[in-house]
C-alpha cells in the first residue's frame, strides 16, 4: 500500500487503545502475548463489517472504526464478559490519510473509553471490509448464555430499540424524505437517531452487572422480535412481548410516529442487550437504570416462538404472532 504498510499501522494503530499491563507483547511482532486473568473464563468475538452490507458506502471514517469495535464490545456485553483486547484486520482499496486518522479516531477512542488495548491484526488491499476481534474475561462459570432462559422469566431490554434503524433510513434517505418517517422533525430528534446507527454504544456495564442475574442474554443487532427468537429458541421457551411496554424514545416518536413500532420491533443495529430473568431477581434488575420489562418466556408449546401482547382500549389482552424474522444474510 502506498503509505507502507509498517508505517500505516504505526502511524494510525499503534498504541491507539488502551495500555494494559497483561499485555506483555503487542503490536509489532508475529503474534502478540497476553496474560488472561487466572479464574477466568477467556470470551472470544468476531465480527466483520462489509461496506455497502453493514454501513452505507461513503459513512464518516470515524464512525466506521467507533461501530467496528461496537458491535464485537457489544458482544462481549451480551456474554456479561469485561474486554481487554482487540484485534483488527483491515482491507482497505486504497490508502487515504484522513480517511485513516477519522478511522483510528473512532475506534480508538471506543477503545480507550473501555481499557481495551489494540494488540494486533492485519492489513491488506481490497473492497473494504473490517475484521475485528475481541479478547475479554469473565469469572469462571458467570458468562452469560442465550440457552438458560426458562418459563415465567422476565424479559428486560435496554435502551430504546429501533432508533438506529431509524437513524440508517434517514441517513439512506438522501433527499430527507424516506416513506414514513418526518425530515421535517426537530433538528436534535433526526440528530440522534442518525448517531443511534452511526456511533451505537455497547452495553458493557450493564452485562457485567447482570451476571448472576440474568438467566440468558443476547445483544440485538437484527432486531428485537429476531433475536428474541433466537433467545427463545436457545432457551427451549416461546416469548411474549408485551408491545404497550416498548421503551420508545421521543426522537423516534417524533420522526415516525407511523413506523416507530416497526422500528422498535424489527430494526437492526441497536446492539442493545435482551434478557431473560428468573423472578427471584426480577426486583433487582427492574431497580437498575436504563433496563425496561418489556415481556416474558412462557412454554414452547405455543403455535408462535414470538408473540406480541397488546391491551385493547376496553382492557381486553389480543395476542398475535410475530412476523418480523430479523436481518439474515443468506435468507431468500
Ligand atoms: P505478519 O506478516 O507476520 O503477519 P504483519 O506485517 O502483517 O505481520 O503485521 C506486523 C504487526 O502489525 C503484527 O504485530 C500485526 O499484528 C500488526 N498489525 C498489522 N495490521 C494491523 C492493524 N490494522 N491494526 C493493528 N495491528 C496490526
Ligand atoms: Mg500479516
Given amino acids: 500500500m502506498a503509505l507502507g504498510e509498517f508505517e500505516l499501522i504505526d502511524r494510525f494503530f499503534r498504541d491507539r487503545g488502551a495500555t494494559r499491563t497483561d499485555v506483555v507483547l503487542g503490536i509489532g511482532d508475529d503474534g502478540a502475548l497476553l496474560r488472561p486473568p487466572s479464574g477466568a473464563d477467556l470470551v472470544a468475538v468476531s465480527d466483520t463489517l462489509v461496506e455497502g452490507v453493514h454501513f452505507p458506502a461513503g459513512s464518516p471514517a470515524e464512525s466506521i472504526g467507533h461501530r467496528s469495535l461496537a458491535v464485537n464490545l457489544s458482544d462481549i456485553a451480551a456474554m456479561g464478559a469485561t474486554p481487554r483486547w482487540a484485534l483488527l484486520s483491515l482491507t482497505l482499496p486504497r490508502v487515504e490519510e ?6 483510528a479516531r473512532g475506534f480508538g477512542a471506543l477503545a480507550r473509553a473501555h481499557g481495551v488495548a489494540l494488540v494486533g491484526g492485519d492489513t491488506t488491499r481490497g473492497p473494504m471490509t473490517i475484521g475485528v476481534q475481541v479478547l475479554g474475561a469473565v469469572p469462571a462459570g458467570d ?3 442465550r440457552s438458560g432462559g426458562r418459563p415465567g422469566d422476565a424479559l428486560f431490554v435496554t435502551g430504546t430499540p429501533g432508533d438506529a434503524a431509524a437513524g440508517l433510513a434517514l441517513i439512506m434517505a438522501a433527499d430527507g424524505s424516506a416513506a414514513g418517517l418526518r425530515s421535517d422533525a426537530p433538528a436534535d430528534a433526526l440528530e440522534a437517531l442518525r448517531r443511534r446507527f452511526l456511533f451505537p454504544t455497547p452495553r458493557i456495564a450493564e452485562g ?3 451476571r448472576g442475574l440474568a ?4 445483544d440485538i443487532s437484527d432486531g428485537l422480535v429476531g433475536d428474541l427468537g433466537k433467545l427463545a429458541a436457545a432457551s427451549a421457551c416461546a416469548a411474549v412481548l408485551d408491545v404497550d411496554a416498548l421503551p420508545r424514545s421521543a426522537a423516534l416518536a417524533a420522526v415516525t410516529p407511523e413506523a416507530a413500532l416497526r422500528s422498535m420491533l424489527d430494526g437492526g443495529d441497536d446492539y442493545e442487550l435482551l434478557l ?9 434488575v427492574a431497580s437498575m437504570p436504563g433496563l425496561t420489562r418489556i415481556g416474558e ?3 414452547a408449546s405455543t403455535a408462535a416462538r414470538v408473540t406480541l401482547r397488546r391491551r385493547a382500549a376496553d382492557g381486553t389482552l389480543s395476542e398475535t404472532p410475530a412476523t418480523g424474522a430479523g436481518f439474515d444474510h443468506f435468507a431468500g
Fill in 215 to 218: 438467566s440468558a442474554c443476547i
Fill in 276 to 284: 431473560a430473568v428468573p423472578p427471584a431477581q426480577v426486583a433487582r
Fill in 143 to 145: 458468562g452469560l448464555r
Fill in 208 to 210: 457485567e452487572s447482570l
Fill in 98 to 103: 484522513a480517511w485513516l486518522a477519522g478511522f
Fill in 297 to 299: 418466556l412462557r412454554d
